[in-house]
């Protein structure tokens, strides 16, 4: 089970921090995403990281913005988001996979077997 949490409201510039925690962890290595989806779009990728390596997959919407990271120890892993503007208005979900390669991270949304419920952002101007 993947519980989200952090979303919330608001304004244009500011940041949240997303917390997800898997109670339990589902895989030994692997990696953890996030994605989410926006009013009116499909479910899209942001970042990805993976367990054991650290190893980070960012999408070109999360570079120089947003921060994936991981604490092994409490099984959670955390997407710091700064300088947020509206269109990153989005529900936003936390993902967990068996995957990895050498290069890069899974990215897309079938390659992930379990998701959690999701937490809302709501970026105003």
């Known amino acids: 089970r993947l519980v989200e949490s952090g979303g919330g409201y608001v304004q244009t510039g500011g940041s949240l921090r997303l917390s997800c925690t898997a109670f339990p962890r589902a895989f030994d290595d692997g990696a953890m995403a996030w994605f989410r989806r926006a009013p009116g779009k499909e479910r899209e990728f942001v970042a990805a990281?993976?367990?054991?390596?650290?190893?980070?997959y960012e999408d070109p919407v999360a570079k120089g913005r947003f921060t994936i990271s991981s604490d092994n120890a409490k099984n959670t892993v955390y997407l710091q988001m700064n300088s947020l503007k509206v269109e990153d208005t989005a529900v936003y979900y936390c993902a967990a996979t068996d995957r990895v390669y050498k290069d890069y991270l899974p990215w897309a949304l079938e390659e992930y077997y379990f998701w959690g419920q999701g937490t809302q952002v709501i970026v105003s101007s």
């Open positions: 990281i993976e367990w054991n390596a650290g190893q980070i």
